[in-house]
């Protein structure tokens, strides 16, 4: 059996093994980028709209931070987005903003129902909140100010 002796320069330092490690960094990083590279992307787009809810107000009477006195359902629809808009089930509808966050899955018909109770900081009087909707198969779709949260 043989031993391997790895080369020293008058310094002691060992050559060759630092290249072996850039050859290994360079294999490894070609390998992720193909990995990533075959992850599938959507290739459909959808389009979402408020049916109901887009817009919620009440009078606290004053400036101070309030919540609203009862919770709002905002109704969303989601299809895809062509001339046939057919309705998309299954997927994720998010609702944040204006101090809450809610969240639903759209059924076969591409409703989705969320119930939400806005708050308002003080002395704001009006904020937004973001719509995402997220379905296997197509590109997200997002909406930064789908619903109108404000003091009346």
């Not at 817009?55 to 709002?72: C, I, L, Q, R, V």
């Amino acid at each position: 059996m043989r031993k391997k002796f790895f080369v020293k320069n008058e310094a002691g330092d060992v050559l060759g093994l630092p290249m072996y490690l850039i050859i290994v960094m360079i294999v490894a990083v070609a390998v992720i980028a193909a990995v990533i590279f075959m992850i599938p992307k959507g290739t459909q787009t959808m389009n979402a709209q408020i049916v109901s809810g887009a817009t919620m107000g009440e009078d606290p009477g004053n400036a101070d931070e309030f919540t609203f006195s009862s919770s709002y359902d905002v109704k969303i629809k989601v299809t895809t987005n062509d001339e046939r808009a057919d309705p998309i089930s299954g997927a994720t509808v998010t609702l944040v903003g204006a101090g809450v966050a809610g969240s639903g899955t759209t059924d076969a018909n591409g409703e989705a129902t969320i119930s939400v109770t806005p708050k308002l900081g003080a002395n704001i009087n009006e904020a937004h909140m973001e719509l995402t909707v997220k379905a296997a198969g197509f590109q997200d779709f997002n909406d930064d100010e789908a619903v109108t949260v404000m003091r009346l």
